[in-house]
């Protein structure tokens, strides 16, 4: 019989990917940089509405509200405040994909803004 030694353990491979996104950096396309000032202007212009999130943050979302009442005061006995839950993790993932747009296309604006910097418009 051998006996093995706890420090003989052999650890699962750690993963080098980061944990967390890190959004790529956005380069202008070709076709974007054959465009004149004023059609930057307006790829520009386009983009803002975009810029911003309408999903209300965690504390001013009552359906939030709800869904943490539902997981402290469930008492029904199949759910049991799993809705609730199941609904938390489903709005952190909305808001995490609404960061992840919102980054995005601010990153569109900043490489269109380069190219008009680039042509040296409106100088």
Known sequence: MSIKSAFALTLPPVPTEPIY???PIVQAEPQT????CYQIDNAINQLHPYRYTYKPDYFNDGTNKLATALVVFDSI???EGWLGLGYLGYSAL???KE???QLHIEQ???ALQRV???KHCYE
Do not use: G
Request: charged share 40%; glycine share 0%.
């Open 108 to 110: 569109e604006i900043a």
């Open 77 to 79: 006995p199949i759910v």
């Open 94 to 96: 909305v808001s995490e």
């Open 21 to 23: 996104f890190e959004p």
């Open 116 to 118: 008009k910097a680039e």
């Open 33 to 36: 940089r054959s465009l004149s």
């Open 99 to 101: 960061d992840r747009r």
